[in-house]
């Protein structure tokens, strides 16, 4: 039988020593036989002497952290050998401190709850957010004492500053002496704290699905299959580069700052800016995929959304990656090169001056409870100073955007892959004269094959025997800034309400330049 | 006496690993041929390198304990680790067919265009121009065994692309290529596409580019049968274009090559 381990930490005055209290008091208390109670707390504590002794709780008080050793608990189990522990920790320490100690096998951690006053808690996050958020991070618990004065909007913003630091922690907003409900769901003999089964779940039907794909001897299945998935790999393959490359430059916005005198044009927010931002892509010449940590990097800088934009749009019709790819795929027509780069520039431009006019803002478009993760535990937890400390922050920043723009890349590059299989067949059903009818096909074309802003101009080129040139120019230059799987990774940081209204205006920028296109050519 | 240790850090350390460590076996397996252009290779390698790293710094994170890690959303890495171990790399072969069919047709659609708008220019960029304007066909010649102009797979796409754009330098002379066998819905019973499929940029966007041949032998061959075909260049009118095609085929059987695909090497 297990031993239960529950912390309860938080600032002084917080409420820590009366929720303890109730949970000694309550009757789920009544199972334990012994219970010792570790108080990390230096200055007096106020437990009164009769409570203890009645419910039979052995204290014991560390007045340092220091006394935080691999003997704490076995000694607590030689000595008193309880069946429950509680901790009262001190909101000050560090919590992996304690966490991390050796214990009998049979002590197992379960609720970290985090407790703290509704009304100061958003000021103490803002000023201790190093301090607190390790402790929170860890909590599978977090309570909000007196909130009665605390808006319900407010409280709302509450629970999502929690989330975003830890999604899977339960909110409670408590009211004084009301704390049996909890004490009952969580601090009971038998409770657990579960979840795993879930991830098992997951994990079975993967398998599962993929064994009965296995045995089907369906060959044609399996064939489609596996050249999806080939297409899949392929995809995740080309892009390993460009977003460990797009990860480090995104982190190094971070961390320094404003890097350079572009960065520092495209933040002034000025009209000329519009022009810089839009050349600021030939000297970042990476693939559109890179490019979206980095979009996402400048905006959690608070760079203005409007330049932002027009950054990301004609960042891939400028690069010269790009412009060379376009004079390699159609050798007989170097005047599309030049045609793409001023489509991809005029339209990044109108769709960021758009933006200006409508004033959308940054806090309109980003995800709220995007905003504090950049400050991630590795970030936080650093070893170096200074410079090489910087370099250390740029190093673990990148690791973090890595695993998170991997999550989107891997969904995207799955949607396009299986679109990729299926597509083709049906494309060629669309053959016709109808210049409309061929425009609309490339944008979803656009949208969905999911083709590096590198090479889509050779994709395009093998679309000529059934399209004319102005609608696979469209395909070209609409590919990098409609593809689903940027899309999808620019909707980690960007409200996917924006990113429609966002395609929206760049398909209807896109069909008044190709339509002039088409009058003209 | 057991210690609590990140959860999330091993589970990061245990993604990053089994990625450097699918990457390396792709890359000394030359599995790597069927999913990317060998340009990535370098790119691929500091990938590696990076991930080793990533996962070296980890492994001091792994000590600093932590109490409800939010793992279910690493689960998604498993799909691209599971595929890949089970599903072995394979020819994109649902595509196969209706790319080699569009290729033809796109080649030739391509040159009515270039006649329509411009008749006059060459159609070569306008450095090539003056060595085209020689003989395109001249630049092969160093390849030339016993009478035959052997076509390696360094030089295919080249060649190719300039047999179609320049016919006339081409017609009489005799080549030899490793081929495979496409079929076509609307050739005559002894002609089949002799050619290979052109990666560009990665297993996305294989095309099927080939050259129309006419043997006796045709109902022998089966589709995606690796040949080593010889033949002498004709044009011949297809759909109303002028395409190069193959008469005087000898046929030989030929393994599988090591590489399947034939690279772009445009930039």
Redesign the interface.
Known sequence: MATYVDIITGFLESGKTTFIKEVLNSREAEAFNKIVLLICEEGFTDYDEELLEKKNVKSIILENDSDLNDELFKQIFTKFNPDYIIVEYNGTWDISKLLGLKTPFEYKFRNIAFISEAGTFRNQLNNMISLMHPHIQNSNLVIFNRYKKIKPAIQKKLIRDIKNINPRIQTIFLKEFESDKIIKERFWAGGKQGNIFLNLKVFIFVALSLFLILITNDFDVYSAIQSTVTVFLSILMQATPFILLGAFISAGIQIFASTGWIMNQIAKGSWSSFLIAAAAGFFLPICDCGMVPIISGLLKKDTPLPQTITFWLASSAVSPIVILAMLYAFPEKPYLAAIRVVAGVVIGIVGGIILKLIQLENHDVLKEHRQFQNIGNDILTLKYEGTKGKIEAVFAGAKVEFFRVSEYVIIGALISAILQTILPQTMKNFIGGNIILQFLVMILAAMLMSTCSTSNAFIGRSFSNNFSAVPILAFIVMGPMLDLKNMVMLSEILKEGFLIFLACLVIIESAIVFGALAFFL | ??????KEAVI?FF?LISMACL?IY?MLSRK?N????PR?YI??W??IV?LI??AI??IS?I??????V???????????L???L??????????DM??AE??L??S???KQ??EN?DPE?S????T?ESVVREDASKKYEQYEVAGVIVIGDDIFSDWFFDVYDHIDNFVGKKYQYLAQVYSMKDFKADQFLAGRHFM??????L?GYGMVCESDIRSKLTDDEWITVTGTITAYQYNGYAVPMLTDVTITEAETPEVEYIY?N??
Do not use: W
């Open positions: 006496m057991g210690r609590k240790i990140n990061q993604i990457l792709v790597v069927y999913y990317v252009h990535f790119g691929l500091i990938s990076i790293l990533f710094s980890l994170k000590k600093k304990a932590r109490h409800n939010n793992s279910r959303h690493y689960l998604i890495f498993i799909i691209p599971m595929a890949a089970i599903f072995p790399p394979a020819g994109v072969s649902g595509k209706n790319m569009s290729s047709s796109a030739t659609s391509e265009a270039d708008i220019s159609t070569e960029t306008a090539e560009v940029c990665c297993a996305a966007d095309a772009f445009n930039y």
